[in-house]
């Protein structure tokens, strides 16, 4: 398959980007991490295998929550299927494979007395595996598995009591999988457990309180992360020598009119509330963006309460949370356009960012409404954080969906993995942006959350109505290999 770039996505012109169609050929830097992604629930199954705890998202979706009332109950059946699954990765090439643990497997009623030697026997055997094909586990601690039983006694993350219980978790982890796994997140994606978990409660655990839930559920997981963080450094550190960090989610924000500072100051806070709100406390001063505080704040005092409602750390927390981050892991699918909508006095808790967003209906389209390929946001998404934070990126996650049919011949995700790698090309090569490494999303069809079975984001087809889960190369799994093995685009 020729390489094509953007191209292919007829963009209407209003958003001027010079090069967006132009390719650029050439290798990403020696040492590239070339991966694929997935995470426990979505893949695995095995939901009480071998004494399994049950998690927030065995409920959501056992209570008939996800589309078509269906589960991960089975999944991929990646609980058995693991050494099937090193196999595909092996065959692509990939350097490195992201997976998560699940937290009730290991623990399922959620505490170190409850720890089950079964479960943690399964990661042991997945990383055995990966390490005899010589690919590198990538291991992500929470993906959104939250053991059932700490929802049910604590209220989940929006109780301080959690801090201790996660650190308990990770130190386990790393003293298990220490000697043998180096690179570690600790929290998948912050943004959407707190925003759609605590917020606008259309995931687990359906928590409807946007003023309060979501700040609060954030203020333990910032804390529990540099915890977590602090312990490998003192227990495991020089030891193993690994890296620990987290993976952060935000569409690149795109000012409606970039001419207009209210616009692109507007796109700025959008970033800020969405990644900002767990970076600028890792990487940055261990406190919230100063926009939060003012935009949190200030909607405070107008819906005349006393005080902000964003929680306040205090200066112990703020020096044990700055700096616990050794690389910045970025999850990033598209690009919102953003549109200031100051509304300093308005009561509605929706809305704290006072930034209007959208996608234009004449963006090109995916299996997923929110997921419009713009290539070209990527290398600006890139450049943004790179210029904020001062890491070392991992794009732990990209990667797009299609419709639920059987469709191995997947052109459109050769043509969105061709355009968006380049686009990373461009960020690494042309503005000396330091991306470390890519994981696409996903080694396989999975289960996508509320939306089941029905958004297909694999490289391998996986068929859910066989009992054996077989799964298939799709062409999008070569086209990926071929980029893998030159590392980068051959002219
Ligand atoms: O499968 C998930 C992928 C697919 O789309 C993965 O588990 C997540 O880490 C990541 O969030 N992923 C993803 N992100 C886009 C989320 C958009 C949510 C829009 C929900 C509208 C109600």
């Not at 919230?288 to 909607?299: F, L």
């Not at 690009?335 to 909508?341: E, G, P, S």
């Amino acid at each position: 398959l020729p390489v094509q770039v953007g191209a292919d996505f007829a963009y209407p012109d209003v958003f001027n980007d010079p090069d967006r169609d132009t390719p650029l050929y050439g290798k990403f830097p020696d040492g590239f991490a070339w991966g694929s992604a997935t995470s426990a629930y979505q893949v695995e199954g095995g939901w009480d295998a071998d004494g399994k705890g049950k998690s927030i998202w065995d409920t959501l979706a056992q209570a008939g929550g996800c589309a078509y009332g269906q589960t991960g109950n089975v999944a991929c059946d990646s609980y058995n299927k693991y050494a099937q699954d090193v196999q595909l990765a092996k065959a692509m090439g990939l350097t490195h494979y992201r997976f998560s643990i699940s937290w009730p497997r290991v623990m399922p009623d959620g505490t170190l007395a409850s720890l089950n030697e079964a479960g943690l026997a399964y990661y042991e055997a997945l990383v055995d595996e990966l390490l005899k094909e010589n690919i590198e586990p990538v291991v992500t601690l929470y993906h959104w598995d939250l053991p059932q039983v700490l929802q049910d006694v604590y209220g989940g993350w929006e109780n301080d009591s959690l801090v201790e219980l996660f650190n308990d978790y990770a130190d386990v982890c790393f003293e298990r999988l220490g000697s043998k796994v180096k690179l570690w997140i600790t929290f998948n994606e912050p943004y959407v457990v707190c925003w759609l978990g605590y917020g606008i409660g259309v995931f687990a655990p359906n928590i409807n309180d946007p003023g309060y839930g979501p700040y609060r559920a954030a203020h333990t997981i910032i804390k529990s992360h540099g915890m977590a963080y602090n312990t490998y450094q003192q227990k495991y550190k020089a030891q193993y020598g690994g890296q620990v960090s987290i993976t952060l989610s935000t569409d690149f924000g795109l000012p409606e009119d970039e001419n207009n500072p209210a616009h692109v100051a507007a796109a700025d806070r959008y970033m800020q509330f969405t990644a900002g709100w767990f970076a600028h406390p890792i990487f940055k001063n261990g406190d919230y963006p100063d926009v939060m505080k003012w935009q949190v704040g200030n909607k405070s005092l107008a819906q005349g309460l006393s005080e902000s409602r964003l929680p306040v750390f205090t200066e112990e927390e703020k020096q044990y949370i700055a700096g616990t981050g050794d690389f910045f892991g970025l999850n990033a699918y598209t690009t919102t356009v953003c549109k200031d909508n100051f509304r300093p006095t308005d009561p509605n808790y929706e809305d704290d960012q006072d930034v209007d967003r959208y996608q234009p209906d004449n963006w090109p389209k995916s299996g997923s409404d929110w997921l419009r390929p713009v290539p070209w946001g990527l290398r600006r998404l890139l450049n943004w954080v790179s210029q904020e934070y001062g890491k070392p990126i991992y794009i732990t996650e990209n990667g797009v969906s299609t419709a639920d049919v059987a469709e191995l011949n997947d052109t459109s995700r050769q043509t969105y993995y061709g355009a968006y790698i380049n686009e990373v090309l461009k960020a690494s090569v042309l503005d000396g942006v330091d991306v470390s490494g890519y994981f696409a999303w996903s080694l396989m069809d999975n289960f996508e959350w509320t939306s089941g079975y029905t958004q297909r984001f694999g490289l391998h087809y996986v068929d859910f109505e066989d009992p054996d889960r077989p799964r298939t190369q799709k062409d999008s799994a070569a086209f990926y290999a071929g980029l893998v093995a030159y590392n980068g685009f051959e002219e």
